[in-house]
């Protein structure tokens, strides 16, 4: 079983509809979450960075932390043709510089 | 420039041949870290170099697989005698600090071995 598990879609939705994207882990001891987002051909860039469990927005996106469950997500409202790209998870545990990194999910939203 | 850039940003090469690819990062992160992403996978953490610290090699997948940084500068990362299996984006991030927080990544390199 890998630590981190993420579908890797794809997933394609209509322009404006509401995204759901998820990961699970298996490491407890997980502390930091984050998701990062990458366009075809370009390097991965930071989108939202949670602490702990809880949940976090900025804009229309929304990340989720459920540790009881082990369980990540994040939601993107309204979205656009700009919003497809592959959208990462990673996660680490407390004072540690090593992320583990999902396999990605490639979403498409179509106009 | 304000970000990390990376170089070249396509190599393709013969199997058992070496390749050297490059990274240089923002301008004051101290820590670097290099990633491979094979196609539909996710980020394999390969090497973190913080400073002047010795650098944490445990996810070099081979001895064919080495990496040098000079200070908190440029950092090259060398492939001997190329496998197809080592085809895939290459990937440099950069970091402030011990390296917790945001990782600012670069382009990447697209190695293809033949």
């Known amino acids: 079983q890998k630590e981190v598990e993420q579908d890797p879609g794809p997933l394609s939705v209509p322009e404006g509809a509401i995204v759901s994207l998820n990961c699970t882990y298996s490491?407890?001891?997980?502390?930091?979450f984050m998701w990062y987002r990458q366009y075809s051909r370009k390097g991965p860039e930071l989108l939202m960075y949670?602490?702990?469990?809880g949940n976090k927005e900025d804009g229309r996106f929304t990340a989720q932390v459920d540790k009881s469950s082990k369980y990540i997500s994040l939601f993107i409202r309204d979205s656009q043709p700009s919003d497809s790209a592959t959208y990462l998870c990673?996660?680490?545990?407390?004072?540690?510089?090593?992320?583990?990194f999902g396999t990605g999910t490639r979403l498409k939203v179509l106009a | 420039g304000a970000g990390v850039s990376q170089s070249p940003s396509n190599k393709v090469t013969e199997k058992g041949k070496d390749v050297e690819l490059r990274c240089d990062p923002i301008?004051?992160?101290?820590?670097l870290y290099w990633y491979r992403q094979r196609l539909g996978q996710g980020l394999e953490f390969l090497i973190y170099f913080q400073g002047n610290s010795a650098p944490d090699k445990s996810g070099l997948p081979s001895d064919r697989f080495s990496a040098e940084r000079t200070g908190e500068s440029v950092s090259t990362l060398t492939i001997q005698r190329t496998q197809q299996e080592d085809s895939a984006v290459y990937l440099c991030a950069s970091t402030q600090g011990q390296g917790e927080g945001e990782q600012f990544f670069g382009p990447g390199t697209r190695l293809t071995v033949l």
């Open positions: 301008s004051g992160h101290t820590a």
């Open positions: 949670t602490y702990s469990s």
């Open positions: 990673a996660m680490s545990t407390s004072g540690t510089y090593k992320y583990i």
């Open positions: 490491n407890s001891a997980f502390q930091y």
